[in-house]
């Protein structure tokens, strides 16, 4: 098999039948609290769970379909928020026992959002510590023995193991595309900003992204979308249109193998492959470090930074308030951001930001040429073992840029799945969708 087929139930699909009365919401959540019971014990993908709330506004929002009267394109959706992420009635921990218990008064901006349009909040999911640890308890859907990825392990083992249509993640280096990747799922990154980060507990200013883990790129879009429309905040977005981009194809891609893509399992590598053939069949001009040395010498510079620069500037930007907090209650990881942030001085750091805008002016250069940048979502699919939650190489560019980028479940290895990565330019979401969503056509 080149391509993953999923078998994951998008809110999207079912809503029509809402609509005709056919279904309710209330129905459709007592199918996902199903699956929790099948599968909740094996994926592990829930830190608290609020089945009783979560019926009644399943009920109130069944009373609003019957009346004609839905909020919104995801009323009656059921949404699970990764644990870094305020709730105001449910807790908010972390994985970190300096948080055990700890209780926000009031949601985070986005999930504020997500309540005001009729979604449905079930429950917090599993997140390695601070976002940044190397570890936690989630299991991959389709092979318990493998890493769900992280550190949103758990919003991609619910979505990607079909127990809920949508959850919430935060990206700062690969913590929301990779498990999507290694699950089976969609996931949206939007442009840094996009979604208002007020209410998440914050690794760094200028890296941290809050996402959309989903079972459809639809429910992707319409979920960024209700989150992107929360004033306030400092980014001056304008939210996102309403409606789901419609497929279009590009003229010109830019392919970012990376020397990872050696490191790929022959599936993944045959999937990828058999998209860039499509593509070029099909008329699209693939460029690529082959035909281009001004390309080539991008992915180079790009490349360097990964395991370089942006570590650098994520230490130096940790130090609140991780300073704050009793070191020997830390994972190691943080021990080793926050060590090599303390070796930057305000010299340097101001130099890694020039750096990185400089870098930034160098890929919006690239908008004349190509319409979208593609890459291998993951390595391959979920390495097996828990001690780590796998490779952030694909993820961390876009995320370090601030630019949107996407995971398409495209890929597969044997029985497992893998992902394909679509970036675009910055607060130009709509047309990376746009291009994904012909590229997923192509694939299919």
Known sequence: MVFWRNSLTDFSSARPAFLQGKSTPRAYLDRCIEAIDRREKDVRAFVTLDLPAARKAADEATARYRAGKPRS????????????????DLPTQMNSPLYKGWQAPVDAACVQALRSAGAIILGKTVTTEFACGHTNAARNPHDPARTPGGSSS???????GGMIPVALGTQTRGSLLRPAAYCGAYALKPTLHVIHTGGVHPLSPTFDHVGIIAASLADAWHTTQVCSSVPGGYSGHRPLPL???AARKPKAVGWLAFKEFDKAGRGTQAGANAILEGLARAGVTIVRRENSPAFAELEDDIAAMIDGESLELLGYEMAWPFLSYPRAQLDA?????????????EARYHLLLANRNALRARVAGWADTIDVFLSLGSTGPAPVGHATTGSRHYQVPWTFLGLPSMSLPLLAEGSLPAGFQVMGFANRDPEMVAAAAWVETLAR
């Open 73 to 88: 394109m995801l009323d009656g959706c059921p949404v699970g928020i990764k644990d870094m992420i305020n709730t105001k």
């Open 154 to 160: 758990g919003s991609g083992a619910s979505v990607g």
């Open 243 to 245: 409606e789901v981009p």
């Open 333 to 345: 990881r943080i021990h080793d951001l926050i060590d090599t942030g303390a070796k930057v001085d």
